[in-house]
């Protein structure tokens, strides 16, 4: 069983930014067919994928709603991967959830929440206006 750790949110104003950590394994970050990804749920919403990676080969995939504000990195050496928000906004507001699976055969890391197999417990990112 995968165990994912995520911490860095909290409350900020519109436009700032925070930078979420999701602790794993190192099986997840050196694994060829590994992936992981960000989440996230608003109140009364679905859970939406919001970026996702590959860390053993760096591919990455955005949800077209967050590009050129959400950046994804990684520190393999440490286990953790790394979600950069610039500019939030009040409608970025919900909890945050790293996700981790190894099923998905496809060529770029998925943003669907059925491809993912192990979940940590989520941070809360509030954003006020």
């Known amino acids: 069983q995968e165990h994912l750790v995520e911490s860095g949110g909290g409350s900020v104003q519109a436009g700032g930014s925070l930078r979420l950590s999701c602790t794993a394994s190192?099986?997840?970050?050196?694994?060829?067919?590994?992936?992981m990804g960000w989440f996230r749920q608003a109140p009364g919403k679905e859970r939406e994928g919001v970026a996702a990676i590959k860390p053993y080969s760096g591919l990455h995939s955005y949800a077209d709603s967050v590009k050129g504000r959400f950046t994804l990195s990684r520190d393999n050496a440490k286990n953790i991967l790394y979600l950069q928000i610039e500019n939030l906004k009040p409608e970025d507001t919900a909890i945050y959830y790293c996700?981790?699976?190894?099923?998905?055969?496809?060529?770029?890391?998925?943003?669907?929440?059925?491809?993912?197999?192990?979940w940590g417990q989520g941070t809360q990112v509030t954003v006020s206006s």
């Open positions: 996700a981790a699976g190894d099923r998905y055969g496809g060529p770029t890391p998925p943003l669907a929440v059925k491809r993912y197999e192990h």
């Open positions: 190192a099986s997840v970050i050196t694994s060829p067919g590994a992936y």
